[in-house]
Nanobody, 127 residues
Framework: QLQLVESGGGLVQPGGSLRLSCVAS????????IGWFRQAPGKEREAVSC????????YYVDFAKGRFTISRNNDENTAYLQMNSLTPEDTAVYYC????????????????????WGKGTLVTVSS
């Protein structure tokens, strides 16, 4: 069973940056596609970005393009989400998820059907 633990959230001022980490245990992360998702207060969970298991290709939803960067280090069993130029609208709990089988990265992100989820890390963007 794959366990995921997110970290790196916190309070940041508008325009600031944060780097989220998702550390996996129980199984090698290299076999899994990874997605970052977020849920703001009173809103549904939404996809942020996904990265493939085999060639590290990436997919970003529109609000993340140009500001966020997803990456992974399979040797460290860790995935990352670098977030720059943060705005108050980015305030949310950020979750990482992992999935073994998927058809496309966009399907992985849009569907959000993950085999494992972390418990999330809170990002608050405020002055």
């Amino acid at each position: 069973q794959l366990q995921l633990v997110e970290s790196g959230g916190g309070l940041v001022q508008p325009g600031g940056s944060l780097r989220l980490s998702c550390v996996a245990s129980g199984r090698p992360l290299r076999y899994f596609g990874i997605g970052w998702f977020r849920q703001a207060p009173g809103k549904e969970r939404e996809a942020v970005s996904c990265i493939s298991s085999h060639d590290e290709s990436t997919y970003y939803v529109d609000f993340a393009k140009g500001r966020f960067t997803i990456s992974r280090n399979n040797d460290e069993n860790t995935a990352y989400l670098q977030m720059n130029s943060l705005t108050p609208e980015d305030t949310a709990v950020y979750y990482c998820g992992a999935v073994l089988a998927y058809s496309t990265l966009q399907q992985m992100c849009d569907g959000g059907e993950m085999n494992s989820w972390g418990k999330g890390t809170l990002v608050t963007v405020s002055s």
